[in-house]
T-cell receptor, first 117, second 112 residues
Framework: DSGVTQTPKHLITATGQRVTLRCSPR?????VYWYQQSLDQGLQFLIQ???????AKGNILERFSAQQFPDLHSELNLSSLELGDSALYFC????????????????FGQGTRLTVV | QKEVEQDPGPLSVPEGAIVSLNCTYS??????FMWYRQYSRKGPELLMY????GNKEDGRFTAQVDKSSKYISLFIRDSQPSDSATYLC????????????FGTGTKLQVIP
């Protein structure tokens, strides 16, 4: 168990709908990252929050947004859902800013499988 | 062309075999190289981390980086059924995890 908790594990929703994915980072971790994983694209970085503030943005669509709350849990909001948004969404957390060059590991949750029908 | 290419497999081997998993990349700025293991219905977990060229060994696992050929490998010796998983390579320039580029993963099945 990585210590990162994601809910729900599975979500099935219709096109055009809005959903919220939730992530609780490991105790003490200040950074939260959101990734999308699809079969053909692999893991794609969406957005990072550090101690409540947006730190970095990746390939995140305008229909998607995220926030990190004072208790450090994070939510990823996906709206106007399309069939192509069906994927696994992972949250990861790390101590501090998570610098790879200092070998600071990012720990991944089990993911939320989103199916848009 | 993707920055990181990884054969999706699946790769099936008998228990006890030596497994070789590989990735090629095009960005010569990559300096940090990682291998993640992802079991079915789980998130990726870091297996090996290497900096620049060379070999790194951890138990039955050896990570190899050849920057001149832009080629990295993960070798698994004495493979076990518990090694059955998808293996993702990942690499980056110096910086945070937002800069990491992941391969699409190779699915490995070790048959008892």
């Amino acid at each position: 168990d990585s210590g990162v908790t994601q809910t729900p594990k599975h979500l099935i929703t219709a096109t055009g709908q809005r959903v919220t994915l939730r992530c609780s980072p490991r105790s003490g971790d200040l950074s939260v990252y959101w990734y999308q994983q699809s079969l053909d694209q692999g893991l794609q970085f969406l957005i990072q929050y550090y101690n409540g503030e947006e730190r970095a943005k990746g390939n995140i669509l305008e229909r998607f947004s995220a926030q990190q709350f004072p208790d450090l849990h994070s939510e990823l909001n996906l709206s106007s859902l399309e069939l192509g948004d069906s994927a696994l969404y992972f949250c990861a957390s790390s101590v501090g800013g998570g610098q790879v060059d200092t070998n600071t590991e990012a720990f991944f949750g089990q993911g939320t499988r989103l199916t848009v029908v | 062309q993707k920055e990181v290419e990884q054969d999706p497999g699946p790769l099936s081997v008998p228990e006890g075999a030596i497994v070789s998993l590989n990735c090629t990349y095009s960005n010569s700025a990559f300096q940090y190289f990682m291998w993640y293991r992802q079991y079915s219905r789980k998130g990726p977990e870091l297996l090996m981390y290497t900096y620049s060229s060379g070999n790194k060994e951890d138990g039955r696992f050896t990570a190899q980086v050849d920057k001149s050929s832009k080629y990295i490998s993960l070798f698994i010796r004495d493979s076990q059924p518990s090694d059955s998983a998808t293996y993702l390579c990942a690499m980056t320039r110096p910086g945070g995890y937002q800069k990491v580029t992941f391969g699409t993963g190779t699915k490995l099945q070790v048959i008892p």
